[in-house]
T-cell receptor
Framework: GENVEQHPSTLSVQEGDSAVIKCTYSDSASNYFPWYKQELGKRPQLIIDIRSNVGEKKDQRIAVTLNKTAKHFSLHITETQPEDSAVYFCAASKRTGGFKTIFGAGTRLFVKA | EAQVTQNPRYLITVTGKKLTVTCSQNMNHEYMSWYRQDPGLGLRQIYYSMNVEVTDKGDVPEGYKVSRKEKRNFPLILESPSPNQTSLYFC???????????FGPGTRLTVT
């Protein structure tokens, strides 16, 4: 069935370093790829998204890249800070009479001060 | 304030006792969805709704029902809960097209 694989499951970086999280999706009909951040005990919140007609998008320290041919997309966080510590989820969505969304299993990011 | 609300936030119940988790949004969003979150599995979609009276199954619909009689409300019904439905549940809403989803605060359900 359709799925989204996310790697790594855990990532530990030093403050100021970069962090990269990668996702692969299986359904070529997917056309919207959001990234959500979930802090401990909180709800997921969107941090950045990209649509299938765009290859890269950047918002300050956060960027997302999309390779439709390979069905890969990645989240890049530069100059990491302790407050970036959280669980990050990628997702792939498609509109086919509905709005089906498949999430990756999540990456727990630790930023050490 | 634009928001998605869920009630109750915490619920402990017994196997077989019907329950309803309510979800309401005040953003006039057409799209609403229910997810369950389990450790190591991420968020899995249970049901979604594109508009009033239009609902469809997500990846894990077994054991759940939903209804969308009003645009703002999308309750999740467990007719006969079982222990494997113990989980953290999130409701979310969005504009019609694949777009940012706004999540509710979550409902932690324990079925004994």
């Amino acid at each position: 069935g359709e799925n989204v694989e996310q790697h790594p499951s855990t990532l530990s970086v030093q403050e100021g370093d970069s962090a990269v999280i990668k996702c692969t999706y299986s359904d070529s009909a997917s056309n919207y790829f959001p990234w959500y951040k979930q802090e401990l005990g909180k709800r997921p919140q969107l941090i950045i998204d990209i649509r299938s007609n765009v290859g890269e998008k950047k918002d300050q320290r956060i960027a997302v890249t999309l390779n439709k041919t390979a069905k890969h997309f990645s989240l890049h966080i530069t100059e990491t800070q302790p407050e970036d510590s959280a669980v990050y989820f990628c997702a792939a969505s498609k509109r086919t009479g509905g709005f089906k969304t498949i999430f990756g299993a999540g990456t727990r990011l630790f930023v050490k001060a | 304030e634009a928001q998605v609300t869920q009630n109750p936030r915490y619920l402990i119940t017994v196997t077989g006792k019907k329950l309803t988790v309510t979800c309401s949004q005040n953003m006039n969003h057409e799209y609403m969805s229910w997810y369950r979150q389990d450790p190591g599995l991420g968020l899995r979609q249970i049901y979604y709704s594109m508009n009033v009276e239009v609902t469809d199954k997500g990846d894990v619909p077994e054991g759940y029902k939903v209804s969308r009689k009003e645009k703002r409300n999308f309750p999740l019904i467990l007719e006969s809960p079982s222990p494997n439905q113990t989980s953290l549940y999130f409701c979310a809403s969005s504009l019609g097209e694949p777009h940012e989803q706004y999540f509710g605060p979550g409902t932690r359900l324990t079925v004994t």
